[in-house]
């Protein structure tokens, strides 16, 4: 047997260790939340760094970019699984900023909060890295059990401790039929391994085989939650801290859809029409659902739920579609999707807080007049919003566009006309938020608090980046245009 090639687990080896250090800091330091936050983005910078070497190892192989594989498969890297790395690790650097502020307001400065979401992001790379399913569920629950406590960290709110049972009791119950599914497909394919479970795919295999692949996606679908398996989202999102939910909605979604895509289009690519007409049905029932819901929709966080149901609809759009077009528009939007989903939870977390008797700030009538109360905000928002309801110049329009473009070429016409009306529909519940902002008269009642530097930072580098992508995408179009190479390595 092969030794272990650590090198190629140096960027989850560094954020579980720093993870630990932060843990171990914690009763002795006992310093304040900022000084956890800087020691978790010294983790975070470190493991982009492994991430980076990994990057020059791989792009400098032949021209072929091979990928580069130890433990028979179960750490397997490529150029697919880092460029979501990286989305990944700035997502979290991202989450630790807004968090900074916000635990010491919410009398939730929790130092191990920083070791926990270094520990869900090392669960997430484990889980995009892989070809492996054992290893997928392992870094599935690494990052699920972070999330149950982070979800439930303000303890003195009683939303937040239900909003983190709920959590913890869906998250069993997909945990549940993702083993079980898995325990099928090794029962009738002999492997874990996705490239073994294809080769068994293509020798005509029992209907069993279906069944436990039908199970594993069921337990995926929990986690990027399309209906019927979102049931968890609107409530965990409404309970939970708010900078922790813009975390969850942004993470949890682009690892999850990572491993569909290693899945289905790597795996199971030479039988779309087994499970295309499923995703198909699935995307439009999510779209449509979502976004009729979240037009009734006043609290902030529960309106941005419903969204990110919806956004998950228009990710399916490009799933099913050729992957020569549909893996390249799935990560430019999953990019797209992460700036104005933090970059959103971030100013809703500056405007809200949260007690021990309830929230205020996060209803939608709470946010008449904010921009011209707080103008930078109000701005910003707008940005983000308009980004959602893919209005251009925003990078939001571009990465719908994308998405509709490779519906098209893959000749998914009624995903692509279903996607459009969705869209529109959108538009009403997003512009109803800026026409509050700027039209809506002012309540009396408490200011926003102070935005501190570090807040401010990421909502100016999220509309930067949102900005910047809607104008000028060439150098991402660029990266991820040939991105589905990579996926379907897992069975070259």
Same mark, same amino acid.
């Given at each position: ?7 190629l ?13 932060v ?22 910078a ?5 991430n980076?070497?990994?990057?020059s ?12 594989e ?47 979401m270094?520990?869900?992001a ?10 492996h ?23 003195g ?27 099928l497909?090794?029962g009738t394919a ?23 692949l ?23 999102y ?27 289009i ?25 976004n009729?819901?979240a ?21 399916l ?20 999707? #992460?700036?104005?989903?933090?970059? =959103? *939870? !971030?100013? /809703?977390?500056?405007?809200?807080? &949260?007690? %021990?008797t @309830? ?92 935005v501190?530097? #570090?807040?401010?930072?990421?909502? =100016? *580098? !999220?509309? /930067?980046g949102?900005?910047?992508? &809607?104008? %000028?995408? @060439? ?17 070259l």
């Amino acid at each position: 047997m092969d030794a272990f090639n650590f090198q190629l687990a140096l960027p989850v080896i560094a954020l579980a260790a720093y993870a630990l250090l932060v843990l171990v800091a914690v009763p002795l330091v006992r310093a304040r939340s900022p000084f956890y936050g800087w020691l978790a983005l010294v983790g975070i910078a470190v493991a982009g760094w492994c991430n980076w070497r990994l990057w020059s190892v791989w792009s400098g192989e032949a021209v072929a970019r091979r990928p580069l594989e130890t433990a028979h498969g179960m750490v397997h890297i490529d150029g697919f699984g880092l460029v979501v790395s990286f989305l990944l690790l700035a997502v979290t650097a991202l989450s630790v900023l807004v968090s900074m502020r916000f635990l010491p307001r919410e009398d939730a400065d929790h130092g191990e909060f920083y070791a926990l979401m270094l520990f869900s992001a090392a669960g997430m790379l484990t889980m995009v890295n892989t070809r492996h399913l054992m290893m997928i569920l392992i870094g599935l629950e690494v990052f699920s059990v972070a999330l149950y406590v982070l979800t439930g960290l303000t303890r003195g709110r009683a939303r937040s401790v239900e909003s983190a049972l709920k959590y913890f009791l869906l998250g069993a119950f997909s945990s549940g039929f993702l083993v079980y599914g898995m325990a099928l497909l090794y029962g009738t394919a002999g492997s874990l391994d996705l490239a073994a479970i294809a080769d068994a795919a293509a020798d005509g295999p029992p209907r069993m085989f279906w069944i436990g692949l039908g199970l594993v996606l069921i337990g995926l679908f929990f986690k990027v939650a399309v209906v019927p398996f979102h049931q968890w989202v609107p409530d965990v999102y409404t309970g939970a801290p708010t900078n922790v939910t813009g975390f969850m909605a942004a993470a949890t979604k682009t690892a999850a859809f990572a491993v569909l895509m290693r899945v289905l289009i790597g795996a199971f690519g030479d039988h779309r029409d087994v499970w295309v007409p499923l995703v198909t049905w699935i995307a439009i029932l999510t779209m449509t659902l979502a976004n009729l819901v979240a037009l009734a929709q006043v609290n902030i966080k529960r309106l941005l739920a419903f969204s990110s149901i919806a956004h998950a609809g228009y990710l399916l759009i490009a799933l099913v579609c050729l992957p020569q077009a549909g893996v390249g528009a799935i990560v430019f939007y999953l990019t797209i999707y #992460a700036l104005m989903t933090i970059g =959103a *939870f !971030a100013i /809703a977390a500056a405007v809200g807080r &949260g007690d %021990a008797t @309830g929230e205020r700030g996060y209803d939608i009538y709470a946010w008449n007049g904010l921009g011209w109360k707080r103008p930078a905000l109000g701005a910003a928002m707008t940005v983000f919003l308009l980004s959602m309801a893919g209005i251009p110049p925003t990078g939001g329009f571009l990465a719908k566009y994308v998405i509709f473009q490779a519906a098209v070429e893959s000749k998914q016409h009624l995903l692509a006309v279903v996607g459009v009306l969705n869209a529109v529909v959108a538009a009403y519940y997003y512009l109803r938020v800026i026409v509050a902002m700027y039209m809506g008269d002012p309540e009396e009642g408490e200011e926003p608090l102070p935005v501190s530097p #570090a807040t401010a930072a990421v909502v =100016a *580098f !999220a509309v /930067a980046g949102i900005l910047i992508l &809607g104008i %000028a995408p @060439g150098g991402l179009l660029a990266v991820v245009s040939e991105l589905y190479t990579y996926v379907l390595t897992v069975v070259l």
